[in-house]
Structures are given as C-alpha cells and as structure tokens.
C-alpha cells in the first residue's frame, strides 16, 4: 500500500495507548474534524442528520486521560459520572485526533467522545456521539445513540485541560 509520509511512519510503528488514568497529550485541527464529515466517514448518509454545538474550530492542543466509568445506562449518567470524578469528557470532535495519532487499537474495549456541547441528532431525533472500538488492528469508528447502556469495559476521554485555550479549561485536575 502507498501512504502519505506521515501516515506511512504511523502504520510501520505501532504507537501503544495510553494506560487507564495516564495523562496525554492531543492536538486536533478543526479544519480536519467537521463534524458532518464524521458521519460520512463513519458510513453513515448524512441527509437529515444536524450536528448541535459548537465546532472546534482551528488548532487545539490538550491535555487527556482515558477512564473507565463502569456500566452506564446513558450518556446523562456517563457524564454525571465523570461529573462525580471532577472530569469533563472530551468533544466528539476530538476522537479525529485519537484516532490520528493512535491508529491501532489495543483490544482494551470502546473509547467514547462524548463532550457536554456536542452532539450528532439521527434523522428520526436519536442524539449520538462518537465511538472508537474494535476491527482488527483498525478502529471501527461508528456513532453511538446517547440513551444505549454501555458495558463496564468502555472508556471514555475526559479533557485535563486545554493548553492552546487555558482560558476554556474547569481548572482543577481529573481524579
């Protein structure tokens, strides 16, 4: 196969996920993660589909951890939960930039985006947000409905902080 330089270098090393609760770092250009393009790209038709919030729009770098929260029952009660840890989860947009600079998957269960201002709504008014899990050595990138329950195996990305925007971060660490 024929991959750009920057892709080529990532699919000849294999660049290990973070562990559990290890802080990392992201950055994502906006330019690259239009939200309506995710639903293309995640197979999906986009007649109908309405993105509701604010676009990340240009560079952003941040600071993230990977969490397990346990069995959810929505995504409410993913949030209450990450809420309870004193965490934010991370904009949907964000996984264009996990998945960018982790292009294989370690088997360890789904990652969830699932940010408090964004949301993908399906045509017949389900509200989804994204998803990374297993296919092989690739991710399946898929949007998932916000009302599913999700098994205790799932993580979710929760911000630390905004670096390029420290002006956005909550100011208090992640648990």
Request: include cysteine; charge should be negative.
């Amino acid at each position: 196969m024929n991959f750009p330089p920057e892709q080529a270098a990532k699919e000849l090393v294999h660049i290990p996920l973070p562990a559990d609760g290890e802080l990392f770092q992201l950055t994502l250009d906006g330019s690259k993660a239009d939200p309506m393009a995710m639903v293309r790209e995640d197979g999906y038709d986009p007649n109908g589909w309405e993105f509701n919030g604010p676009a990340l729009q240009g560079i952003q770098t941040g600071q993230f951890k990977l969490v397990r929260l346990g069995a959810v029952t929505s995504l409410a009660d993913a949030r209450a939960k990450a809420h309870a840890m004193k965490c934010d989860l991370a904009e949907g947009q964000w996984r264009e930039a996990f998945k960018a600079t982790y292009p294989h998957n370690d088997k360890g269960g789904p990652i969830a985006f699932a940010g408090e201002t964004t949301e993908w709504v399906l045509p017949r008014s389900n509200r989804s947000f994204p998803v990374l899990d297993e296919d092989s050595e690739a991710w399946d990138s898929y949007l998932c409905w916000s009302d599913n329950d999700d098994g205790d195996d799932w993580r979710w990305l929760v911000r630390e902080q905004l670096i390029s925007l420290p002006h956005l971060a909550r100011g208090f660490p992640c648990l």
